[in-house]
Structure formats: structure tokens, C-alpha cells
Nanobody, 123 residues
């Protein structure tokens, strides 16, 4: 079926870095805004970062500003989330999903979701 596929998660020590990738299966990713969302045990799902289809606009949650960077390579049908200076509080399952047109309204449009990739930050 048509879906998004995340990769790049894993176990990292505090202060370390990871880069997550989001790849489209069955559609052209360049046609959509894309967001990264995460959910930790006992916590609500939260929007981490969103990027518009035109690459002009980005959004970051306050908790990750200055540490995470969202980007996209439309030629490769990929969206990335570079995560630096990772903290234990960043531990969660990270999902990518299509989003709405207004990038500051960083919410999933419920068109396509990925299966998630686990990020664990622990010493």
C-alpha cells in the first residue's frame, strides 16, 4: 500500500546525533508538506518539526529549536530530520506524515503515515 517509511533511529548517548529519513512509497513526496511527530510512553503525540512542499517554510517545536533541523531532497523523494545534542527527553517513536499547507500549523493531514522509528537517548 501507499505509505511513508522512516529509518535512522537507534540508541544514542545524551549529546549525540542521529539523522532520520522519511521515504515515500507510491507517491511523489515533493507534492506534500511533511512533518515529524513523536510519541513517548505515557505522553501525547507531539509535532516536532514541519516543512512545506516548497522548502521555504519550516516549523520547530520549542523543545527542539536550535538542536533539530528538517530538510528535504525532492529529487530523491526524501525528507530528513537531523537531530543534534540529543537529550533523554527526546526518547520516543518518531513518525513522519503528510501535513497541512500552513507550516506553523504542524499537524498531520491524515493522508499518509509511516510505521515509526524508535529513538532512544540514554547513557
Amino acid at each position: 500500500q501507499v505509505r511513508l517509511v522512516e529509518s535512522g533511529g537507534g540508541l544514542v548517548q545524551p549529546g549525540g546525533s542521529l539523522r532520520l529519513s522519511c521515504a515515500a512509497s507510491g507517491f511523489t513526496l515533493a507534492d506534500y508538506g511533511i512533518g515529524w511527530f513523536r510519541q513517548a510512553p505515557g505522553k501525547e503525540r507531539e509535532g516536532v518539526s514541519c516543512i512545506s512542499s516548497t522548502i521555504i517554510n519550516t516549523y520547530y517545536a520549542d523543545s527542539v529549536k536550535g538542536r533539530f533541523t528538517i530538510s528535504r531532497d525532492n529529487a530523491k523523494n526524501l525528507v530528513y530530520l537531523q537531530m543534534n545534542s540529543l537529550k533523554p527527553e527526546d526518547t520516543a517513536i518518531y513518525y513522519c506524515a503528510t501535513t497541512y499547507a500552513i507550516v506553523s500549523d504542524c499537524r498531520p493531514s491524515n493522508d499518509y503515515w509511516g510505521q515509526g522509528t524508535q529513538v532512544t537517548v540514554s547513557s
